[in-house]
């Protein structure tokens, strides 16, 4: 999604560098203290303005000192980038402001995982400018045309003029210029590239684990076991392709057709579809969100409020892209392991549905796995085949979901049981029915009947506690368990209190 961008003014803090730029319209400019420069230190910058991304650890950074006497443009960037542990992926000359600028891109590791930094230096008037825009490796493609959008449009209030022509930016390797001792210390070993390297999109034959589909076979030992233990069953293969290692596939819970690559396993157990990574450091649960028309930010805001409510101190970050809204959660742990959750957005062809791709990971595979789960949202569209589930009823929930929960309504709750559990033979019939309580249990709640909602509140747990302890897998358990937690924490909210604690 393009990003809102809007004309902004800095006036100057220091040595009349009052600038204006284009910069996205909701993002925060952070009031700086008053401070006095003291640029004693020869890697010191005085800040001119910080700029952040209201949900993302995502900054633009404005700030400036004096230049050095000796060495040029180059020499001082790599000095730089070095001295604040930067490792340049590309570099080259540019113009900012109408002055001949230096920019690239660079990388730096942080607690948050590997951070791009894009960066600008230019000399106008002994005044030596940079600018950077930082952003988690996983948004950084996504907003890059804020960045762009910046350089194209940043002017000085009071421009001087640089000492550097456009030819003097970039070093002629035969004739070297000198440099100060302390700036030559600090330069790069390697030659600087004048443009970057545009890396290949990922296909979904950089995911493949195998040559073939034999891991969405029926037969295969893996999906037997899974179909035997009622977790779910394989979806429909409807096409593959050698060339590319992927198969199509449509599944029903989801009620649409997408592709997977290779070697991975996908289960649909009616009410959501799995894909699973047979390493067991991955899985992309999709499903089905309601949502009142397009308002994706109030659906993400739901997410992150349960997210901040079950865990201590997550990291949330979103990004737009490709269609795609999404909300990112770091610093979690499911039975100690650290983890990583991406709730991913995307259109869906039923109407006040958003489909899903809930991202579960590893750190190390964080990159990977969201880029996988773009592709399969992507690919995502009407089956080609009416799907051979009972049909939707007019709320978009299936017949036999509707027809439980008017058991319900007349108490008859046996009933409404057996048929959820006849109707989705496999694991999700635990969790189907502990909705079902959870339903029971506001509409009693809402008519002042204390103990039925009580009694409700308690057949709700026991079931999502059965559903989480029908795991077969280590990744599954952790994948069901969160599912669990994340229940009972709603469940807990709804109630008004835990009657448990």
Same mark, same amino acid.
């Given at each position: 999604m393009p990003i809102d961008l809007a004309t902004r003014t800095f006036p100057s803090r220091i040595a009349e560098l009052g600038f204006t730029a284009q910069l996205p319209a909701d993002w925060i400019a952070h009031e700086l203290p008053p401070e006095e420069p003291d640029?004693?230190?020869?890697?010191?910058?005085?800040?001119?303005?910080?700029?952040?991304?209201?949900?993302?650890?995502?900054?633009?950074?404005?700030a400036a000192r004096p230049?050095? /006497? /000796?060495?040029?443009?180059?020499?001082?960037?790599?000095?730089?980038?070095?001295?604040?542990?930067?490792?340049?992926?590309?570099?080259?000359?540019?113009?900012?402001?109408?002055?001949?600028?230096?920019?690239?891109?660079?990388?730096?590791?942080?607690?948050?995982?590997?951070?791009?930094?894009?960066?600008?230096?230019?000399?106008?008037?002994?005044?030596?400018?940079n600018i950077t825009f930082t952003a988690p490796e996983l948004l950084a493609d996504a907003v890059r045309e804020a960045w762009f959008a910046m350089l194209g449009s940043f002017t000085l209030e009071t421009p001087k003029g640089s000492r550097f022509t456009a030819e003097m930016v970039m070093p002629v390797p035969e004739q070297p210029k000198a440099v100060d001792p302390d700036i030559a210390a600090h330069e790069a070993p390697r030659p600087a590239e004048e443009e970057p390297v545009a890396k290949p999109d990922p296909t979904f034959a950089d995911f493949a684990f195998a040559e073939t589909t034999a891991s969405l076979d029926q037969d295969n030992k893996v999906n037997a076991n899974l179909r035997d233990k009622g977790i779910g069953l394989v979806p429909k293969v409807i096409a593959t392709d050698d060339a590319t290692k992927c198969a199509t596939l449509a599944a029903g819970a989801i009620v649409v057709q997408f592709k997977v690559p290779y070697g991975w396993y996908v289960i649909d157990d009616g009410k959501r579809t799995l894909v699973l990574d047979p390493k067991?450091?991955?899985q992309i649960n999709l499903d089905l969100l309601p949502m009142t028309g397009e308002d994706y930010d109030a659906v993400l805001d739901q997410l992150e409020a349960q997210v901040r409510a079950d865990y201590q101190e997550p990291e949330c970050m979103r990004a737009s892209f490709n269609l795609i809204h999404a909300l990112g959660v770091r610093n979690i742990a499911v039975n100690g392991e650290p983890i990583e959750q991406y709730h991913m957005l995307y259109p869906h062809h039923m109407e006040g549905m958003a489909l899903r791709a809930r991202v579960t990971t590893t750190p190390q595979r964080m990159i990977g796995a969201c880029n996988l789960a773009e592709l399969i949202l992507v690919s995502s569209e009407i089956p080609s085949q009416p799907r051979e589930a009972a049909a939707p009823a007019a709320n978009n929930m299936p017949v036999w979901w509707n027809t439980a929960v008017a058991l319900e309504h007349k108490d008859q709750l046996a009933e409404a049981e057996k048929l959820i559990r006849d109707s989705v033979p496999h694991l999700a019939f635990a969790?189907?029915?502990?909705?079902?309580y959870r339903l029971r249990m506001l509409r009693l709640k809402a008519a002042g009947d204390a103990a039925g909602a009580l009694a409700s509140f308690k057949k709700s747990r026991e079931f999502i506690f059965m559903y989480a302890g029908m795991a077969t897998s280590g990744g599954e358990g952790a994948a069901l368990s969160l599912e669990r937690d994340e229940f009972r924490a709603q469940l807990v909210a709804e109630y008004g209190s835990d009657p448990e604690a």
């Open positions: 640029f004693a230190q020869p890697t010191t910058f005085f800040p001119l303005a910080i700029v952040t991304a209201p949900h993302a650890v995502i900054v633009f950074a404005f230049a050095f /006497d /000796d060495g040029t443009l180059h020499d001082w960037a790599w000095y730089f980038l070095n001295n604040n542990g930067l490792t340049a992926r590309a570099i080259g000359p540019h113009f900012v402001a109408g002055i001949p600028a230096l920019v690239g891109e660079a990388t730096q590791p942080s607690e948050l995982g590997p951070m791009v930094v894009r960066f600008a230096f230019f000399e106008d008037g002994g005044r030596l400018v067991d450091e991955v969790s189907a029915i502990a909705d079902m």
